[in-house]
Structures are given as structure tokens and as C-alpha cells.
């Protein structure tokens, strides 16, 4: 992981910015799974605006955080108080650098706090490797949602000793 990355809770400031760092690591990074079909980018993003954002942000039952370099956005996460992890998104010139790591260990380290013991995830077939070496594992079988392949995959957390 590069050492200047940190991440941080993301604030309802951020909403701009996350918005724009979901939609553009779904349109570059996650091209494996949509196959540059507008309609499952479209279907992908349209609730990934601004105006769905905020209210996250807003939600107790959620955490959204972000990953900076230098005090540059490069990548965000969120996860649900039910112990689901909802998305990572890197900017794509960040991939395997360590970001898309830190940012899921800190939701993890957010929802052990929660009194959680596992997370549970669907991964797209790009971001399948990336939980995979995060320890998750596959837990049932692949299903199809808008086109788009979902993989059901779960993890035991563990408490810092």
C-alpha cells in the first residue's frame, strides 16, 4: 500500500466527489463486466448521482469513506450497518495500489466496531481477485442482476487483539 494514502469518514462535502469517482471506476475500471454497453452503464450509474449520495452520507446505518493521496480523491467505499459492504470504487489509475485495501479494511475495522462478526459482499467479476486476496470467499452461486454477473462472497471479522 503506498504509505500516503489515508482514508477518512467522507462528509456531506464529498458527495460531489464520490459521485464522480463511482461512475468513472464503473465507466473505465469495470469495463469486464458491462462491455461498454451504454444500457448497463446507464443502468449501473443512475444511482450513483449526486442526489443518492447525499442521503447516504446522511445515514446512520451506513458508512461511506474515502481514500486520499495527498488530499486527492482516489478512491471511496460504504458498507450498512447489516454487515453488507456495498461498493469500493478506485479511480482506475489507482487500481492494485493499495487504495481499494485500505479503504475495506476500514469498513471492516467500522463494522467489527458495529459488533459485526462477518461482512458479506456481491462482487462483480472485476472486483472478484481484489476480494478474494481481501479473504473473502465465494458463498453462493452467481446471479444475474441488469445484465450485470454478481457474486456473493462473505468474510469472518475479527476483532483487533
Not at 15 to 34: F, P
Not at 48 to 71: C, E, F, G
Request: proline letters at 6%; glycine letters at 6%.
Amino acid at each position: 500500500m503506498d504509505a500516503s494514502i489515508h482514508i477518512c469518514k467522507a462528509t456531506p462535502a464529498d458527495a460531489g466527489i464520490i459521485s464522480r469517482i463511482v461512475e468513472r471506476s464503473i465507466r473505465v475500471g469495470c469495463a469486464l463486466d458491462h462491455r461498454n454497453d451504454p444500457r448497463t452503464v446507464a443502468t449501473w450509474t443512475h444511482n450513483k448521482t449526486i442526489d443518492h449520495v447525499q442521503p447516504w452520507l446522511a445515514d446512520s446505518r451506513l458508512y461511506l469513506n474515502i481514500a486520499l493521496l495527498q488530499d486527492k480523491p482516489i478512491g471511496v467505499a460504504m458498507a450498512a450497518i447489516s454487515g453488507k459492504v456495498a461498493f469500493c470504487y478506485v479511480q482506475p489509475e489507482w487500481f492494485r495500489r493499495g487504495a481499494g485495501q485500505a479503504l475495506v479494511h476500514d469498513l471492516e475495522t467500522w463494522l467489527i466496531a458495529q459488533g459485526l462478526p462477518h461482512a458479506r459482499l456481491n462482487s462483480t467479476r472485476t472486483g472478484e481477485a481484489f476480494y478474494y486476496r481481501q479473504g473473502y470467499r465465494a458463498c453462493a452461486e452467481t446471479f444475474t442482476v441488469a445484465g450485470l454477473h454478481a457474486i456473493p462472497m462473505h468474510k469472518a471479522l475479527s476483532p483487533p487483539s
